[in-house]
C-alpha cells in the first residue's frame, strides 16, 4: 500500500456553513452515471458520521437510485427522469423542486455541478453550498471529499463501511444461482467499453486456473453486468465450466452491489462495477489500458491498480491504445495479476477498508 498527499485543487465555489451549531438538513446532488454516482456513497458515509444528528438526503436520476436507496446511509433518496437528456431533465428536475423546497436544507453538496444541478440548487436557496470541482486532474473521490469540506463540513475520515438495509441479499441471490455457499467467491469483470480498456479472455482463463492452484479453499467465480457482457461471458463460462457463476442480466444494481460486497476479490476493467466494488470495501484490483487512471483509478487501502498504459499519462480517453503494438492490457501477464492480488489480499487481512484519514490519502501509485 502506497500513503501519499495528493496534489492541491483549485479553490471550490462554496458558501460554507457558519453557524455554531451543526445543520439540520443536507442535500447531496449527484446525476451522473453509476460508477460516478457510487463513488460518492462512501464519502457521503464519512459526512453522516462528522454530523450524526442531520439528516441527509440523496438527489440523483432514476437510473442509478437503486443502489443509494439499497443503503441504510440516506434519510430520503429523491429522483427525478429525463434520462441523459438534459432538457428534459431539467423540466423533470423544475417539477421536484417544491418537494426539495418543503425540506428546508441547510446545506446543499452540489457533487455534479451541471446546469440542472445548480439551477436546483438556487432555487431550493440552501444557506450554505459547496460545488464539485469537475476539472482539477485529481481522483473522483477526493474532489468529492473536498467539495463535503469547502461546505464546511469536515474534516472528513473516510472507509468503505457502507451498510445495506437487506444484508442477506447477496448470499440469497449467489445461491439461487448456484454459489455453494462455502466457496471463495472471485468476481471477474470483463466489461471495458473499448477493446483497448479489455483483458484479453485467455488470461481470464489463465488467471482463474492459476488462482484455483494457489488457494487452499475452492473458489468460484462469478461474472456480473448488463447484458451486452453475455458474449465474453459465454467465453468465459466455456472454459471454466461449473466453476463459473453466469449472473449476467440476472441480477439487479442492489443485488450486484451486495455481491460484490461479500467477494473475497474483485477483479475489474474501468467500468461501473469497479467502482460499486471499490464503494462496496471489496479486495478491488483494478485493471487499467486506455483510461485516465489519475481521474478513475479505486484507491484506498482495500484497491490496487495494473496500469499498463505506456503513455505517461494514460489518457487514452477515447478506449484506444495511442501507443504503437497491441494494446496495453494484452501484454498484462496472469501471473503478474495473481502475485498482486495475493499481495492486496494479504494486506486487507483483517484491516480497516481506509480510504482517507488523518489528512492523508490511501492510494496505489501511479506508473509512468
Same mark, same amino acid.
Given at each position: ?43 457521503? +458515509?464519512?459526512?453522516?458520521? @462528522? ?93 468529492? #471529499? ?5 461546505? %464546511?463540513? %469536515? ?102 452491489? @451486495? ?32 483510461? #485516465?487512471?489519475?481521474? @478513475? ?35 498484462? +501477464? ?35
Amino acid at each position: 500500500m502506497s500513503v501519499h498527499r495528493l496534489p492541491s485543487a483549485d479553490p471550490i465555489a462554496a458558501e460554507p456553513w457558519r453557524e455554531a451549531t451543526p445543520p439540520e438538513r443536507i442535500l447531496a446532488v449527484r446525476l451522473h452515471a453509476l460508477g460516478d454516482t457510487v463513488i460518492t456513497l462512501p464519502y457521503l +458515509s464519512a459526512l453522516r458520521r @462528522a454530523c450524526p444528528g442531520a439528516e441527509l438526503d440523496f438527489l440523483t436520476r432514476d437510473e442509478v437510485a437503486e443502489i443509494p436507496r439499497s443503503l441504510a446511509l440516506f434519510d430520503h433518496v429523491l429522483a427525478f427522469g429525463g434520462g441523459r437528456d438534459p432538457r428534459r431533465q431539467l423540466l423533470h428536475a423544475l417539477a421536484l423542486v417544491p418537494r426539495l423546497r418543503a425540506r428546508r436544507y441547510d446545506v446543499v453538496l452540489d457533487l455534479q455541478r451541471s446546469r440542472v444541478s445548480r439551477l436546483v440548487r438556487r432555487l431550493i436557496r440552501p444557506r450554505a453550498w459547496s460545488e464539485f470541482d469537475r476539472f482539477s486532474p485529481q481522483l473522483a473521490g477526493e474532489r468529492t #471529499r473536498l467539495t463535503i469540506e469547502a461546505a %464546511g463540513l %469536515g474534516p472528513l475520515e473516510v472507509e468503505a463501511d457502507l451498510m445495506l438495509r437487506d444484508a442477506g441479499a447477496g448470499e440469497r441471490t449467489l445461491r439461487a444461482h448456484g454459489w455453494d455457499g462455502t466457496a471463495e467467491l472471485v468476481v471477474l469483470n470483463p466489461a471495458g467499453t473499448f477493446p483497448g480498456r479489455q483483458w484479453p479472455s485467455a488470461a481470464y482463463t489463465r488467471f482463474a486456473e492459476l488462482w484455483t492452484e494457489s488457494r487452499a479453499r475452492p473458489t468460484q467465480f462469478a461474472v456480473l453486468g448488463l447484458p451486452p457482457l453475455a458474449g465474453r461471458t459465454r467465453e468465459l463460462s466455456s472454459r471454466l465450466g461449473p466453476q463459473l457463476l453466469d449472473l449476467v442480466g440476472r441480477t439487479t444494481a442492489a443485488e450486484a452491489f @451486495a455481491i460484490v460486497q461479500r467477494a473475497t476479490l474483485v477483479l475489474s476493467e474501468d467500468s461501473g462495477l469497479l467502482h460499486m466494488a471499490w464503494a462496496a470495501g471489496a479486495p478491488t484490483l483494478a485493471l487499467f489500458g486506455a483510461s #485516465r487512471a489519475a481521474w @478513475a483509478r479505486p484507491h484506498g487501502a482495500h484497491a490496487d491498480l495494473v496500469q499498463a498504459c505506456r503513455m505517461s499519462d494514460g489518457a487514452c480517453l477515447d478506449g484506444a491504445c495511442l501507443g504503437e503494438g497491441p494494446p496495453c492490457l494484452s501484454r498484462v +501477464s496472469p501471473e503478474d495479476v495473481v502475485a498482486r492480488a495475493h499481495a492486496l489480499l494479504e494486506r486487507t487481512r483483517a484491516a480497516p477498508r481506509t480510504i482517507y484519514a488523518d489528512g492523508v490519502a490511501y492510494a496505489p501509485p501511479l506508473a509512468g
